[in-house]
């Protein structure tokens, strides 16, 4: 069977699999590591000294991760993420110069279902993030709890994410100088229920947390748009009234109470082309950043000011999108949905 896997793939697309493969498992063992093997080894094991340096390490560094990280350009530029790039494969498209005088937050949409686009894109300099936008430091914004998993923490930390906390983000807009660039995915999971194969809506009207952000540090706001990220998996929503459907929604609603989490129902290709699995299938995924829209410094930007650049921003993202989305394989009939 291995070999008959083998006969039908070349090395490279071997590689680039194997590349993709690896990447949620990887957290999910760093995550067992942490939750099972450091509490065995601490009551268990004569190794109980390695689980005390482990947890007096986290306790002594708790406030890294919210202070911008301890990222590591040899982690960014490791050979795996080249190959994870050529997957799909995926591409960063720049508009606009950015200027390192200055301070930006970057909204991605849409969220897709494990945002792979920003996560090469921004994580990883396998598209030359430096390269196209010289002198600006990126971070990618995600779930605090990600952070409180001892190793997983150091993995994550070592490619530029931050918490997606007012806090971290502040913190990194405000303190660490100019230069800096803050990526959020402003959908969030409940924008990866919307996501499905030749479909454009984003869960954009309530969320201006980050335009109220912007108008706090008196960052430039930046449109961007992953263009393929909604094509890489076929999202299910069974028949109302069947078992399957019964079954989703319970499903759904017990990951939302206890993780806070949204549950998708999708399926991508297995490891041969045409057959049924969860990698993601081969679809181009072009990650393009607009154009800055300067923002004023309010220190309590009234509920009207935040509106107004809402509206701002929101026309400037249809523009982006319109512009640039019979390039990247969409129809021209394609248009942007916000709900």
């Not at 590591?33 to 065995?40: A, E, I, Q, R, V």
């Not at 390695?50 to 990280?69: N, R």
């Not at 931050?162 to 660490?176: G, H, Q």
């Not at 549950?263 to 990698?279: I, N, P, V």
Request: glycine letters at 8%; proline letters at 6%.
């Amino acid at each position: 069977m291995v070999m008959a896997f083998l006969s039908r793939l070349d090395l490279q697309e071997i590689l680039q699999t194997l590349s993709v493969m690896q990447w949620i498992p990887l957290y999910v063992f760093l995550g067992c590591t942490s939750f099972l093997l450091l509490p065995y080894c601490l009551v268990f094991t004569k190794f109980w000294a390695l689980s005390v340096l482990t947890f007096a390490w986290l306790a002594y560094d708790w406030d890294t991760h919210s202070q911008g990280g301890r990222r590591s350009d040899w982690v960014r530029k490791w050979t795996i993420w080249k190959y994870f790039k050529n997957y799909f494969p995926v591409k960063l498209v720049k508009t606009h110069d950015l200027s390192p005088k200055h301070n930006y937050i970057i909204a991605n949409h849409p969220h897709g279902i494990l945002c792979y686009g920003i996560f090469v894109n921004i994580a990883t300099e396998a598209t030359g993030f430096a390269r196209i936008f010289p002198d600006i430091t990126p971070f990618i914004a995600t779930l605090e709890g990600l952070f409180w998993i001892p190793i997983v923490r150091e993995y994550i930390m070592s490619m530029g994410v931050c918490p997606v906390s007012e806090m971290a983000l502040k913190y990194i807009l405000t303190t660490k100088g100019s230069g800096n660039a803050v990526v959020i995915v402003v959908g969030g999971a409940a924008e990866a229920l919307l996501c499905r194969p030749g479909v454009s809506t984003l869960y954009l009207k309530q969320r201006k947390g980050f335009v109220k952000l912007a108008l706090k540090t008196g960052a430039y706001l930046i449109p961007s748009y992953s263009f393929g990220e909604n094509e890489v998996y076929n999202q299910e929503t069974f028949p109302e009234g069947t078992w399957l459907r019964f079954f989703q929604k319970t499903f759904q609603s017990t990951f939302k109470k206890i993780l806070g989490l949204n549950f998708c129902t999708f399926h991508g290709r297995g490891l041969t082309q045409g057959s049924w699995g969860f990698l993601p299938f081969n679809r181009p995924i072009t990650t393009v950043v607009g154009e800055p829209l300067p923002i004023p410094k309010i220190k309590r930007p009234s509920k009207e000011t935040v509106d107004k650049y809402h509206a701002l921003y929101i026309s400037a993202l249809r523009k982006l999108f319109d512009q640039h989305k019979v390039q990247y394989g969409l129809p021209e009939t394609q248009e942007l949905t916000i709900i």
